[in-house]
């Protein structure tokens, strides 16, 4: 559950990393990397495509936290295509706390307990819907 106030802090503090989003990618991918060496195999395309589509997603997804019925079916469908890639849960983990570190980066001081707590809590959230669409996927395939 992200309250409403979580929301509001996710959403200013995502605008002040929109501007910088090419670099933020970067930054995270870079950050992702240096975590998990073994998940760079994973990454077939361009990484300045693949940083786009991600901060695109994530931008949807933080606007659409306090709608979040309507985020379900697509980040259920993300969690599907993620379970093609190669993706595990445990992944999940690593992918959170590199994301978690490029907003400190890029955010510094702004980036607040609550905020950090409010990125948590969102995070937690969108890989959660994300994992469980993921094991729809694999459940049906299996029965
Ligand atoms: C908040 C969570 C995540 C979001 C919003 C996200 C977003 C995306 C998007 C938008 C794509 C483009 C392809 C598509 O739409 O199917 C993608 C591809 C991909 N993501 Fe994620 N992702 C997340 C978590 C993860 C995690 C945990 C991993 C594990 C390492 C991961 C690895 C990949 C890989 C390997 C690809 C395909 C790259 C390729 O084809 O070269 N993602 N992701």
Redesign the pocket.
């Known amino acids: 559950m992200v309250t409403d106030k979580e929301i509001a802090l996710i959403q200013t503090s995502f605008e002040k990393i929109r501007p910088i989003s090419a670099k933020a990618a970067e930054l995270f991918y870079a950050n992702l990397f240096t975590m998990d060496p073994s998940?760079r195999h994973?990454?077939?395309?361009d990484m300045a495509e693949?940083g786009k589509?991600?901060m695109?997603?994530?931008s949807s997804?933080v606007r659409g936290l306090s709608n979040i019925d309507e985020l379900v079916p697509v980040l259920s469908e993300?969690g599907k295509?993620?379970a093609g890639?190669?993706?595990i849960d445990t992944?999940?983990l690593?992918?959170g706390a590199a994301l978690i570190r490029t907003l400190e980066q890029g955010l510094s001081d702004e980036f607040t307990t609550e905020v950090r707590d409010a990125w948590c809590a969102a995070?937690e959230l969108?890989?959660d819907v994300?994992q469980t669409g993921a094991q729809e996927a694999i459940e049906r395939k299996a029965a």
């Open positions: 998940l994973l990454f077939k395309k693949q589509m991600l695109s997603v994530l997804a993300l295509r993620h890639y190669g993706v992944h999940y690593t992918v995070y969108i890989a994300m």
